[in-house]
């Protein structure tokens, strides 16, 4: 079934947000119902904004250092939840130093990262991180059809190593603990320091999902202009193309 174009509406007499509904900038909001691939019962989103990123003037001194940290992400503009993150500028900094030693400065490989990444968004429910990572996905090499397994059939990737990896970290996300077959298998083919990596990796992602849902932070206008592309070739992968693309 062809799904229409996503559309931005404007906001009404500041009425809170449907469920399927997000802020997406000031005076108007982004129906992610309308995203292609969804996981099972939507995004989790919030009804407003509930923690907006001070405005640059009270972002503190030391925070534009931080313009950099878009180069690590091939950006030009900031990603949104740094800002957000920065309201506790104690915790900000140390969770910046640990973040950048997993991605980007992480040691396992960059396609593999950001599929464990991909599918804890995923699991996760957080179209923000879901959003930002299958951007840079997409950059250092994942394909499409890889994009839509992780969302639809993650078992049927063919690489042995990464199916393995995926299963842990959907073991990790739903229960906690990796059952004992999958960790057999998952050593056969990774060291114990990228073991550690794995689950730190995977544990790190859904922390910050939880931040993302519960402060509202949405996806800056590039990356779901980039999304919103995805989800077209994700459509047209699956034999019904938007009308639009017929």
Known sequence: MSRR?????????GRALRQDESFFSEGTIMDASQDYLQPPGGWLMTQT???PAPPPARRGVLFRS????????GRQELPRVFPVFNINRRLFWPWLLFASQMMPFGRL???LREMLILRTGWLCRSRYEWGQHVEIALRVGVTHEQIVALATAPHSLPEPATAVALQACEELCQQQLISETTWQTL???FKPRELVEIILLVGHYQMVAG????SGVQLEPSIENALDAFNQRAEALAGN????LS
């Open 5 to 13: 174009a996503k559309s931005v509406v404007p906001v009404e007499g």
């Open 49 to 51: 904004e509930r923690l």
């Open 66 to 73: 931080v313009s950099g940290v878009a180069r690590w992400f």
């Open 109 to 111: 490989p960059a396609p």
């Open 187 to 189: 050593s056969e083919y």
């Open 211 to 214: 931040l993302l849902i519960n």
């Open 241 to 244: 193309p938007r009308e639009s």
